[in-house]
């Protein structure tokens, strides 16, 4: 009876070593994580304040700017920046397509990150 106590408490301790061991290792893969997505929002954050003054600089003042983002499972992220301003409305394809090149040049060049622009 000794020998068959002493076994189950030595598989006991054995599944709480592994249920332990796999805690650390996911907890360390979260930070991991969290690192990169704490890099990225201020990457975003940045970005963000340029394309606002890029646009202040056009004379589109006070308009609404909102970038969204979704993260595919792979880690790759797509953009997409939208811009609100009563002279976006009114203004022709050529000019759009400048003001959308302006804002490309800022985008941080991250090979798994894509742009689009909403104006």
């Known amino acids: 009876m000794s020998d068959r106590k002493f076994w189950v408490l030595t598989v006991a301790l054995v599944l709480i070593i592994v249920f332990c061991t796999k805690g650390t290792v996911m907890s360390m893969g979260d930070k991991q994580c969290t690192e990169e997505n704490h890099y990225y929002r201020e990457l975003e954050q940045e970005y963000v304040r340029y394309a606002r003054e890029c646009l202040r600089e056009q004379g589109l003042d006070n308009c609404g700017v909102m970038l969204t983002r979704v993260t595919n499972g792979d880690g790759s992220r797509e953009y997409t920046m939208q811009v609100h301003h009563r002279r ?7 000019d759009k397509s400048a003001l959308q090149d302006i804002l490309s040049q800022a985008e941080f060049g991250q090979e798994t990150c894509t742009f689009r622009y909403e104006l």
């Open 88 to 94: 976006l409305k009114r203004m022709e394809g050529s």
